[in-house]
């Protein structure tokens, strides 16, 4: 079923993967459009879709619109006008929030409509949002994202969807204009857990080389050597490629927050307490984070929770950027 006032429209992406075929697309309504939520946008509007966007922020409006979206009053109009509805925004809490508000999306709501659900949220919000979306005459889709602002600038995300086969098929052709992997995870919820697995994995990873560098200042190691000995052996990890360097440079733009890494890994301690497991390790890495956040760096890098270390050291984790050294 169409939604009222939906918009249908043929697209022929001039970068198409290899086997794509033509596909019919509706307009598309994008809440939230922060780091990731930016760059599906873009990719989206680049290959033919027509993108009703939102954001609290009007300058990520104004991006989105540059590059060609159209820009919506607020959340009824996207409601009101859109079957496919996309969210991507902090916390699963906002999520319910966008649903609950007065003119939400599931006030008045036209059966038949899709809620995508890209935030990283907590598993009991899926299946909460889920019931919520059903109860309205809609569908709900968990399709949490791994990967950074870049990959998503460049239409290269991961999504992991939990749910119906059915549901995936109708919503793979938007997922491949921006996605290079679509997961198919299994049923609804499985896709937010194992996205929260990953997620403690890598910040835990993010804490314990941060912390190891802030001791090897301390100590007063030779910091240009510790990245490459590290990664010479078991040390080595995708998070210290990605981030490593710029964390000794002194680079702390928030590429993934560190507000972000630290609800994921309080919602991933709150899974683990509920599952009835132990949760040492992962309570420690959540207080990290939170003690760098208490010093007000949540705003930056997730790798800005070295400065909690640097409080207490009094020495900087520092070297001078690559492309100054010897000037």
Not at 91 to 99: I, P, S
Not at 221 to 227: G, K
Request: glycine residues 12%; hydrophobic residues 40%; charged residues 20%.
């Amino acid at each position: 079923m169409v939604g009222r006032n939906s918009e249908r429209q043929k697209n022929f992406p001039r970068d198409a993967k290899p086997g794509w075929k033509m596909t019919t697309f509706e307009r598309v309504g994008f809440i939230g459009l922060g780091g990731m939520g930016r760059g599906l946008v873009k990719n989206l509007v680049a290959k033919g879709v027509a993108v009703t966007a939102y954001d609290l922020n009007p300058a990520a409006v104004a991006a989105a619109t540059s590059f060609g979206a159209t820009a919506a009053s607020g959340v009824q109009e996207i409601r009101d006008n859109c079957r496919v509805i996309m969210i991507c925004v902090n916390e699963a809490e906002d999520v319910e929030a966008l649903m609950t508000c007065r003119d939400g999306l599931l006030a008045g709501s036209t059966p038949g409509f899709i809620i995508v659900d890209h935030t990283t949220g907590s598993p009991q919000m899926v299946a909460k949002l889920d019931r919520m979306v059903r109860a309205a005459g809609g569908r709900y889709a968990e399709a949490p994202m791994t990967r950074t602002p870049k990959h998503a600038e460049a239409g290269k995300v991961n999504v992991l969807f939990g749910g119906e086969g059915d549901l995936l098929d109708d919503l793979r052709p938007y997922f491949e204009l921006y996605a290079e992997n679509v997961f198919h995870i299994g049923p609804l919820g499985h896709a937010i857990r194992l996205k929260l697995i990953h997620n403690y994995i890598a910040f835990a990873n993010v804490a314990t080389w941060c912390e190891g560098f802030a001791l090897a200042a301390k100590e007063g190691l030779d910091l240009s050597q510790v990245i490459g000995i590290i990664s010479a052996a078991g040390g080595k990890s995708g998070m210290l490629d990605l981030y490593g360097q710029a964390t000794l440079e002194g680079d702390f733009t928030p590429l993934m927050s560190l507000a972000n890494a630290r609800k994921d890994v309080r919602y991933y301690a709150r899974w683990l307490e509920e599952a009835g497991l132990p949760g040492f390790m992962a309570e420690a890495v959540h207080q990290t984070y939170r003690q760098a956040a208490l010093l007000g760096h949540d705003g930056e890098s997730c790798t800005a929770v070295i400065k909690a270390y640097e409080a207490v050291t009094g020495v900087e984790a520092r070297v001078e950027p690559k492309g100054q050294q010897g000037t």
